[in-house]
Every structure is written in C-alpha cells, then in structure tokens.
C-alpha cells in the first residue's frame, strides 16, 4: 500500500535510525523497503515469517553480502532461534508487534536477540480508538495506546527510554477517511498527496513532537 512512498519510508528509516547501533536485525521486513534504507548505514540481518517474502527478499538483496546484508526466515511468534539469539546491539521492528496475537511473548523474543544492553527500535499504530476497517484488513490485533505500549516493554524486560507519537496528520486522515468512504484501501492519489506532505511535516514534528500520531516510536533497552 506504502511501498511507493518512498518520503514517508525514508522518514520512518531515519526516525528508526536516531537509536540504532550495528549489528542490526530487522524483523518482520515485508518486501524490504525499510530494510534498503537501514542497510545504506549499517551491516543489517533482514528476517520474514513468510517464505515467499523471504524469496523475494533474497532476490531484492542478492550479492550484498559483501556488504553485511543477510536474509533469513524468522517468524516472531515463534521462539528466537540459537543462531540468532543475543547476536544484535539493536533490533527494529515497523509495523510487526500488531500483527502477533502474544504481542508481549513477541517482545520477549525481540529481547532474546539482543546483546546485553540492547535496544528494540518499534513503531506500532497508535490509539485504539482509531481501529478501522482497514486495521482489520491487514490483520492487526490493535492499536497501541502510549502506557499500554510502555507497560508491555517493562512486562518483557525492557528499560523504556522513549516512546512518542509519529505522523499527526496520518492519524487525521486515516480516521476521515474511514468514517467518510466505504473503502478499506488509499488510492494512489491520496498517497500521492501524503508524499508531497512528507518533508514539511518530518521538519514540523522535529520541532514540535505531536500530541498524537498514526504511529508509536518506542526505544527499549534489554535489562540483564
């Protein structure tokens, strides 16, 4: 749906960017276009649940290796595997931790992949009361509120460092266009629109952090 809307994916990479150190995992990377953007700055893992994502991912990435990038098959649910447990100074997660049934046993395994002292970067949906029929088409469980999202760091074993609203007019006009079309999906000239808006608002929000937002950023640091 955002896979073309390359300002926003950009501005969610540098705001993940702002508390990642490598060795970097991306968890959940869908077809990769957040995974690109990390990669420029760091040696990065990339993992996807679904197989078929995986392919795609090894053929989107094929022979960069030389450049620290790696692709693996890890689905969240489940329990971090051997070869990947406590490899990782920073753990990153867009749009991943709503999908999951057992969103605090997911962070639990995010903190199994990470060095002592390690950080799980997450940005989630915000506030439930924006739940629309589009979160239901995508599978999404729910949508966070701040304490809720804060509390389930500290009920997996994360110290939290930061946690903030992300893209206030995203909210506005994901809610206006729920409750005023029938349609679950953005037309492209809506995502078009939003592109357009992307710089001015990375450079608002910048200055003045919203009191609200489409979306959560959360920094955790794994306590040992």
């Known amino acids: 749906m955002l896979e073309n809307a390359r300002n926003y994916n950009r ?4 705001t993940m960017l702002e508390s990642v150190a490598p060795p970097v995992i991306e968890i959940g990377a869908g077809t990769g276009n957040i995974s690109e953007l990390l990669a420029s700055h760091h040696p990065l893992h990339v ?6 994502l995986v392919r795609h991912l090894e053929r989107k990435f094929e022979g960069r290796a030389h450049t620290g990038l790696e692709v693996s098959q890890y689905d969240l ?7 990947l447990k406590g490899r990782f100074a920073s753990a990153v997660a867009v749009n991943v931790l709503e999908h999951i049934a057992d969103d605090v046993g997911a962070l639990r395994n995010i903190r199994d992949l990470l060095l002592p002292g390690g950080r799980a970067v997450l940005l989630v949906p915000a506030r ?3 739940y629309t029929r589009l979160d239901k088409l995508l599978g999404h469980y729910r949508r ?3 304490d809720e999202l804060e509390e ?3 009920m997996a074993g994360y110290q939290v460092e930061r946690i903030r609203f992300f893209n206030i007019v995203g909210l506005a006009s994901w809610v206006v266009r729920d409750r005023l079309t029938r349609s679950s999906l953005l037309k492209p000239y809506q995502v078009s629109l939003f592109e357009g808006l ?9 200055i003045c952090p919203p009191p609200v937002g489409i979306s959560l950023v959360a ?3 794994r306590i040992d």
């Not at 649910?77 to 070869?83: I, K, L, M």
Request: hydrophobic letters at 30%; a negative charge.
């Open 219 to 221: 920094t955790g640091r």
């Open 152 to 154: 389930k760091l500290r």
């Open 77 to 83: 649910s489940d329990a971090a595997p051997e070869r």
């Open 11 to 14: 501005w969610i990479a540098e």
């Open 47 to 52: 993992t996807e649940g679904d197989p078929e």
């Open 144 to 146: 966070y509120e701040k």
């Open 198 to 206: 992307v710089p001015l608002l990375k450079h608002v929000e910048r």
């Open 128 to 130: 439930q009361a924006a």
